[in-house]
């Protein structure tokens, strides 16, 4: 039977020939991964079932990023749990801070996750690691638990929506733009309980930086995961990297798709999200004057080091508006370094920027950027829901690092052709 | 196993996300009482502190989008809320619930005919909700009898536990 990448890659792990949308299946984990929020709950439910060890000790991944380094006395407990935690059970993919990442940019880099596996993580943006032709999605503290006992999840084999990409990006278009286009189009839960799989021409134009953003905020839709075929940048990407060897896969002609989207990217200009949806999107030149507070450019969205060379090639030689507060987060110590070498760092700190160890930080109301009330960001982040980034009568715009960037100089949202 | 559950309706909109449900700032803590009492501060700072034992949450389409936090359906458990209507659920949300013991209904149609402060009775079994202050009832797809178990057990872990001490 003729099969969708995500029902394919299902299969495998489920060890069958072929898998329908709609059927429950027991399928093998990869790799498991918890955080610093998720990980305690499940360490808790593990201990409790009294098992003497953990399915595979190279196979579960411990990620300390979300309150990291420590905010306070209690985030601390909780990653001295996940320490001790991996420590006992001799977990060997555990990252301290100072040789930690942001888990999503931090796993696929490491080359952890590689093209063709099934990861789960406690974190809904595991659907990050779609950009490798992976299937990845993220689950709750208990069923983590269970696959650290088990190295399996039940899951329901999703429908899948095809996406198809034509055309070339314009300038300043990136891949935040391309999926918050498509959240704007189909909506908070226009995909709800489904795949998302990429296909068309247009793929070629995005860079693995831009697919990995793209496939983390496929859980912005409500989708399952998000899903890129393998091809050239992929495998440049995962041989570069990869830890174990990988088989390629690929969608079979004649799957059956629960529907289809087009995306023309040559007609797409900047996006921006309004308060409080990520769906609730506008053209950059329809945005008006919004003045800004702060501005973010990090997260496991848009963290990486290309980021951070769009947002620096904007302010190079430029000022931070007097009014505002811009911190940006590196991914990971790696793309911190890079940042440091490329000369990116004095760029944004010469700007007036604030230059942060790698943290999720602000991007969920954590910690080292958190907004009063009627205070207004805009940030390179994947969520605006009320309270997202602090006060609840606080806002969060999203958009692209460059776009970030020019309003950081701009005060108010705006890009860098205006500058 | 005792299948009904009761008491008065909360009523919210669409696309409550987990971050209303229990914001990011209280996640320094796993413990479900202190989770309890911030249970939807962001979008109804009454909720913790006025919801009875047994009060049911209904809400429009995608209810717990958002992060994978499970200490959302905790928090709502903790708070003494006996279970969650809504028109859809978030598919991570709707996972977690079950795995922790918090039983959910998609019900569209009672979702329109609920206004807050409504007595509800939810016939888990059976999938019959019906609105006593109102006088209606309404029929949705019964959870299968495995995830009744599960709720029945507490959740997933203790599901898990009891079928271990069968054996």
Known sequence: ????????????????????????????????????????????????????????????????????????????????????????????????????????????????????????????????YGALCAFSTGVGSTDLAAAMVSGEVWLKVPDTLRIVLSGRPGKWVEGKDVILHIIGEIGVDGALYQAMEYAGDGIA?????????????????????????????????????????????AADPGARYAGELSVDLAALEPVVAFPHLPGNTKPLSQVGNVPVDQVVVGSCTNGRIEDLRGAAEVLRGRKVHDGVRMIVFPATQEIYLQAMREGLMEVFVTAGAAFSTPTCGPCLGGHMGILAKGERAIATTNRNFVGRMGHPESEVYLANPVVAAASAVLGRIGGPDEL | MNSELRGKAWKYGDDVDTDVIIPARYLNTSDPAELARHCMEDIDASFASKVSNGDIIVAGKNFGCGSSREHAPIAIKASGASAVVARS?????????????????????????????????VDMEKGILRNETKGREYRFTPIPPFMQELVAAGGLLNYIAIRKKGT
């Not at chain 1, 831009?210 to 091809?231: C, Q, Y």
């Open chain 1, 1 to 128: 039977m003729a099969m969708t990448l995500t029902e394919k890659i299902l299969a495998r792990h489920a060890g069958r020939t072929s898998v329908s949308p709609g059927e429950l299946i027991l399928a093998k984990v990869d790799l498991a991964l918890g955080n610093d929020v998720t990980s305690p709950i499940a360490i808790q439910a593990f201990r409790s079932l009294g098992v003497p060890e953990v399915f595979d000790r190279e196979r579960v991944a411990l990620v300390p990023d979300h309150f990291a380094p420590n905010k306070d006395i209690r985030s601390a407990e909780q990653v001295k749990m996940m320490r001790e935690f991996a420590r006992e059970y001799g977990i060997v993919n555990y990252f301290e801070v100072g040789r930690m990442g942001i888990e999503h940019v931090l796993l696929p880099d490491e080359g952890l996750v590689v093209p063709g596996d099934l990861v789960i993580g406690a974190d809904s943006h595991t659907c990050t």
């Open chain 1, 205 to 249: 134009h995005l860079p693995m930086a831009w697919r990995f953003t793209v496939s983390n905020m496929a859980i912005e839709a409500g989708a399952k995961n998000g899903i890129f075929p393998f091809d050239a940048a992929t495998k440049r990407y995962a041989d570069a990297r990869a830890k174990r060897r990988y088989e390629v896969v």
């Open chain 2, 89 to 121: 659920f978030a598919r991570i949300f709707y996972r977690n619930a079950f795995n922790m013991g918090l039983p959910i209904f998609e019900a569209p149609e009672a979702v329109d005919g609920i206004e807050a402060g409504d007595r509800l009775a």
